[in-house]
């Protein structure tokens, strides 16, 4: 058990005075990259995270016998549900895998019930939105809205000159990696390691309402045949889709196994709500599971698939529980951006999108 939770206060929060602009300017920037990829493409895209590499059907056992702090929201009592996990990269537009970028997870889990978050009435679902490091790369929404509007710039231009970028980029974060230092900059400009991404461990990044208290989330393999992929090298060879590739093979002969994993604040200064880009020391406060995720053998990416979940589904952190509200500038800013984006994407795809309700598996 770790040092005692501290319970939310709305004092925690600290909007900023310019946070109306910001949103407004993300929204007008996130259009911008799905304007330019439609123009390309001729089919609505995510802003971010555009290209998925899995799409997994899945089931999320909530876990018994959770210390109180931990018993709380989804995870109050045990439970078992659906659930749908998307692995993506970072790049608003859908680029050959040489180009290599953070990784991101989505997991949505279905058959939810209780108190909703604003906007999401009505549904049963929780979604839960990570990326493949313990913190944001920007502060704020301030921040962040500088850090993508220089992604925007790069929008469907230049893929072979990308792929050149990142290969030496990739060269740069090795040589870091080896005196144990890593890079987020060099990492989002490109220099991801080109590993496997199923071995990687994914985080929420930022705050979110812990029923009283406070939490950032994580989902780490936990199957043998998960875990051994970490750090593990993936060969280009000329493939534009290796992630695709990979997650195929190894789902047509395997299942996996995930731990979702709770890390609660126990210190205010050390753990910072309006600091995104803060790492909160896992001494203080270790990740502790609350949930597995499980994954039989399948098909791990389709085209059927995709039209399902790429195009049919939307994920978003303000889609669950008000137990689970998220928190602190960047989590203000994403609702109604990714409400925006998500509409823009139906209603260029014709294709309505679809709040899943279902019973837990038998």
Same mark, same amino acid.
């Not at 998960?226 to 990979?246: P, Q, Y």
């Given at each position: 058990? !770790?040092?005692?939770?501290?319970?939310?206060?709305?004092?925690?929060?600290?909007?900023?005075?310019?946070?109306?602009?910001?949103?407004?300017?993300?929204?007008?920037?996130?259009?911008? $990259?799905?304007?330019?990829?439609?123009?390309?493409?001729?089919? %609505?895209?995510? =802003?971010?995270?555009?290209? =998925?590499?899995?799409?997994?059907?899945? @089931?999320?056992?909530?876990? %018994?016998?959770?210390?109180?702090?931990?018993?709380?929201?989804?995870?109050?009592?045990?439970?078992?549900?659906?659930?749908?996990?998307?692995?993506?990269?970072?790049?608003?537009?859908?680029?050959?895998?040489?180009?290599?970028?953070?990784?991101?997870?989505?997991? *949505?889990?279905?058959?939810?019930?209780?108190?909703?978050?604003?906007?999401?009435?009505?549904?049963?679902?929780?979604?839960?939105?990570?990326?493949?490091?313990? /913190?944001? +790369?920007?502060?704020?929404?301030?921040?962040?809205?500088?850090?993508?509007?220089?992604?925007?710039?790069? @929008?469907?231009?230049?893929?072979?000159?990308?792929?050149?970028? =990142?290969?030496?980029?990739?060269?740069?974060?090795?040589?870091?990696?080896?005196?144990?230092?890593?890079?987020?900059?060099?990492? /989002?400009?490109?220099?991801?390691?080109? @590993?496997?991404?199923?071995?990687?461990? #994914?985080?929420?990044?930022?705050?979110?309402?812990?029923?009283?208290?406070? /939490?950032? #989330?994580? $989902?780490?393999?936990?199957?043998?045949?998960? *875990?051994?992929?970490?750090?593990?090298?993936?060969?280009?060879?000329?493939?534009?889709?290796?992630?695709?590739?990979?997650?195929?093979?190894?789902?047509?002969?395997?299942?996996?196994?995930?731990?979702?994993?709770?890390?609660?604040? @126990?210190?205010?200064?050390?753990?910072?709500?309006?600091?995104?880009?803060?790492?909160?020391?896992?001494?203080? =406060? !270790?990740?502790? +599971?609350?949930?597995?995720?499980?994954?039989?053998?399948?098909?791990?990416?389709?085209?059927?698939?995709?039209?399902?979940?790429?195009?049919?589904?939307? #994920?978003?952190?303000?889609?669950?529980?008000?137990?689970?509200?998220?928190?602190?500038?960047?989590?203000?800013?994403?609702?109604?951006?990714?409400?925006?984006?998500? %509409?823009?994407?139906?209603?260029?795809?014709?294709?309505?999108?679809?709040?899943?309700?279902?019973?837990? !598996?038998?």
């Amino acid at each position: 058990m !770790p040092m005692t939770p501290i319970a939310f206060h709305p004092d925690m929060e600290r909007p900023e005075d310019d946070e109306e602009r910001v949103r407004d300017e993300l929204i007008a920037t996130l259009r911008s $990259i799905s304007d330019t990829t439609f123009a390309h493409s001729g089919h %609505g895209l995510r =802003s971010v995270h555009a290209k =998925s590499h899995g799409l997994l059907d899945v @089931t999320v056992e909530t876990l %018994g016998d959770l210390p109180a702090p931990y018993a709380q929201g989804l995870f109050a009592t045990p439970g078992r549900y659906a659930g749908v996990m998307r692995f993506s990269t970072n790049p608003g537009d859908v680029l050959d895998d040489g180009v290599s970028a953070p990784r991101g997870l989505a997991l *949505k889990v279905i058959g939810v019930e209780g108190e909703r978050l604003p906007g999401s009435d009505g549904e049963e679902t929780q979604d839960f939105l990570m990326a493949n490091a313990p /913190a944001f +790369a920007a502060r704020n929404a301030a921040a962040f809205l500088k850090n993508l509007k220089l992604l925007a710039k790069t @929008t469907d231009r230049a893929e072979t000159a990308k792929k050149g970028l =990142s290969s030496v980029l990739r060269a740069v974060e090795a040589t870091i990696e080896a005196f144990g230092g890593k890079s987020a900059t060099v990492t /989002a400009l490109g220099g991801q390691p080109m @590993t496997q991404i199923l071995g990687e461990t #994914f985080f929420s990044q930022t705050p979110f309402l812990y029923g009283r208290n406070v /939490a950032k #989330f994580s $989902i780490a393999p936990m199957s043998p045949d998960l *875990k051994a992929l970490e750090g593990a090298s993936v060969s280009l060879d000329g493939r534009a889709d290796a992630h695709r590739d990979e997650i195929n093979a190894f789902f047509r002969a395997n299942g996996g196994e995930w731990e979702l994993r709770v890390q609660l604040l @126990t210190d205010a200064e050390r753990m910072p709500i309006e600091d995104a880009s803060s790492v909160w020391p896992e001494d203080e =406060s !270790p990740y502790v +599971a609350v949930a597995r995720i499980r994954a039989e053998p399948q098909e791990g990416w389709s085209p059927a698939k995709s039209a399902r979940v790429d195009d049919g589904l939307s #994920f978003s952190p303000w889609r669950g529980l008000a137990a689970h509200r998220p928190l602190g500038s960047v989590n203000r800013v994403r609702r109604a951006n990714y409400e925006s984006s998500a %509409g823009l994407r139906a209603e260029r795809n014709s294709c309505p999108l679809n709040a899943p309700r279902a019973a837990a !598996p038998a």
